[in-house]
């Protein structure tokens, strides 16, 4: 497939270059767009054949669902047979932003989008790119991250080139994502509001406006969130997650990924200050150490606390449990 890049700068959208990408949504295509979690690979949520497109230019299993993007509140009503006030209250604190609700799925869903549950996951992005293509597109776009399924997922414009690039027909380059992880996914269908997905957002903030709020995501049930039980995030290289950066082993083909300061006796990739630095820049560095030749990553787990419980989880996914 011909694939078209084009680039946009978030601070001054050229909307006749956004119309190139919302014909594509349209018309039954996909395009990818960056977020501020991740680039996305999004296609019409209300175009079957389009969201299989999806499946197949990522090799996902087919049993995994997909979020759907929206730009206004209405739109959520057209994906959803219900919205509860908790649900309203959680989207106008948080949206646009890195908060992905699911609710009871509507009518109007097609079976692909939710690989057959009864639910629907719904995002409203914050990135202005993201919101002028869903707003022009004038349909909700589901996408999943912009990577071959069990990648890194991309937060720069190459990584997502070098994924999709050949498979899908737009590829929009909007800089790099600020967050760096993924939507914290939040199960409002449940009892109590729980987290199948770690994000930038917290359960502590989601408690302020709900109540309560619990990480749910028991590996070993059969999950609700049928993206964890699934290998993720893993660049060819092999990942050590760190606990204490003292017991690195010696080993010759190897970078150490980390933030803060620290003297070593190797290269080094440093994400920067904080946690947050490091979210931003942990998917970056996993698939810049394939591109830098090295065998092996020791990257360090940070606390679990805010974004770092984000971080801990997708390094530890990417890391297949092994931690040092
Ligand atoms: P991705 O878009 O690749 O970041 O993956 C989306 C994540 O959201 C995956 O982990 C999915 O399993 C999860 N997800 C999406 N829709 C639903 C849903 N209706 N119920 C449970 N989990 C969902
Ligand atoms: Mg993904």
Redesign the pocket.
């Known amino acids: 497939m011909n694939t078209e890049i084009i680039k946009i700068d978030p601070n001054n959208i050229d909307i006749s270059l956004i119309d190139r990408a919302a014909d594509v949504i349209r018309g039954g295509g996909l395009a990818v767009f960056p977020t501020e979690t ?1 680039y ?1 690979l999004g296609a019409n949520t209300f175009d079957p054949a389009a969201v299989a497109k999806i499946y197949a230019a990522k090799g996902r299993p087919s049993d ?4 759907s993007h929206v730009c206004r509140l209405e739109q959520v009503y057209e994906l959803a047979a219900e919205v509860p006030n908790q649900a309203l209250r959680l989207m106008e604190r948080f949206w646009g932003g890195p908060l ?1 609700v ?1 609710l009871k ?1 509507g009518a109007n869903v097609p079976d692909i989008v ?1 690989a057959g ?1 009864d ?3 719904i995002r409203f992005p914050s990135h202005a790119v993201a919101y002028e293509l869903i707003r022009r597109s004038g349909v909700p776009i589901a ?3 912009a990577n071959l399924s069990g990648s890194p ?1 991309p937060t720069a414009a190459r990584h997502a080139i070098d994924d999709m690039y050949g498979r899908v027909d737009i590829i929009i380059d909007g800089g790099d994502s600020l967050i760096g992880v ?1 939507s914290t ?1 939040v ?1 409002l269908t449940s009892e109590v509001p729980t987290i ?2 770690p994000g930038a957002v917290t359960a502590d903030q989601i408690a302020e406006i709900t109540g309560v709020c619990v990480y749910g995501g028991d590996y070993a049930n059969a999950p ?5 039980k699934y290998t993720h995030y893993s660049p060819r290289a092999r990942v050590w997650a760190v606990k204490n950066m003292d017991d690195i082993p010696r080993d010759g083909n190897s970078v150490i990924l980390t933030y803060g300061a620290g003297d070593y006796d190797r290269p080094v990739y440093n994400a920067g200050e904080t946690a947050a630095d490091y979210a931003a820049k942990l998917f970056y560095f996993l698939r810049r150490a394939d591109e830098d030749g090295y065998g092996t990553v020791y990257a360090r787990l940070p606390e679990e606390e805010g974004i770092g419980i984000a971080v801990r989880n997708r390094l530890l996914k990417s890391a297949g449990g092994k931690v040092i």
Do not use: F
Request: proline share 11%.
């Open positions: 991740v996305g995994n669902p997909l979020i992905t699911i799925r939710s549950l639910t629907v996951s996408a999943p991250s997922s993924e996914v199960d199948l997905r609700k969130c049928p993206g964890m």
